[in-house]
């Protein structure tokens, strides 16, 4: 038996191996839920704890999963707030397992973790690991990493939906027990494209 899985969550790690050895993609959630003949919640049980087992991982997104037996490192830089601004402080602290199918573009990718709550209406909780890469183009209602500075010309930065308003930018949460703020002086370094949870 696999290290620390039960026989059942074998079965499904196994399945799904095979699936995507054999398609080059996952099975969808009524795929695996008829292949396996067993009900969805109990597919969707296993797969939460094989995420949290670090077998896979899946998406908040699209609700896709990804094994990690065939995987890259990236380096986990620092911390993000997911509430008010924080001072941006890039520093290497260790580095994060992550599907080589995740990280399909040609861009740099770095790994952040979420602090606070600001944004649990899409599925990011404090704690969770944000994928990111460095970026340029923007889209508005996107959820970037903007970085904001201050009248002492200090640098902070936040995770937030955003969205240009004249000379002013919206920053956005996602939880209604946070507000919205404008900014005037600031710069988007960073797009979300990954949310891992962290249970």
Not at 149 to 155: F, G, H, L, M, Q
Request: proline letters at 4%.
């Amino acid at each position: 038996m696999i290290k620390n899985l039960t026989s059942k969550q074998q079965k499904v790690l196994i399945y799904y191996e095979n699936y995507i050895k054999s398609n080059w993609y996952a099975p969808t959630y009524q795929k695996a839920w008829d292949d396996l003949d067993i009900s969805p919640s109990v597919v969707f049980s296993h797969i939460k704890n094989l995420e949290k087992k670090w077998y896979l991982v899946s998406s908040w997104k699209d609700k896709s999963v990804q094994l990690l037996s065939d995987s890259q490192s990236i380096p986990l830089i620092w911390e993000i707030a997911c509430w008010v601004p924080i001072s941006v402080y890039e520093n290497f602290i260790d580095y994060i397992d992550i599907p080589k199918t995740m990280l399909k573009w040609w861009w740099n990718f770095y790994c952040l973790k979420a602090i606070w709550k600001s944004m649990i209406n899409v599925w990011i909780d404090n704690g969770d690991f944000l994928i990111i890469r460095k970026q340029n183009d923007v889209n508005d209602w996107d959820i970037w990493v903007v970085v904001i500075w201050d009248y002492a010309d200090d640098e902070s930065a936040t995770l937030k939906k955003i969205y240009h308003s004249s000379k002013s930018l919206i920053l956005k949460p996602e939880n209604d027990d946070f507000p919205t703020t404008i900014v005037t002086n600031w710069q988007i370094r960073w797009k979300l494209v990954w949310v891992i949870r962290n249970y």
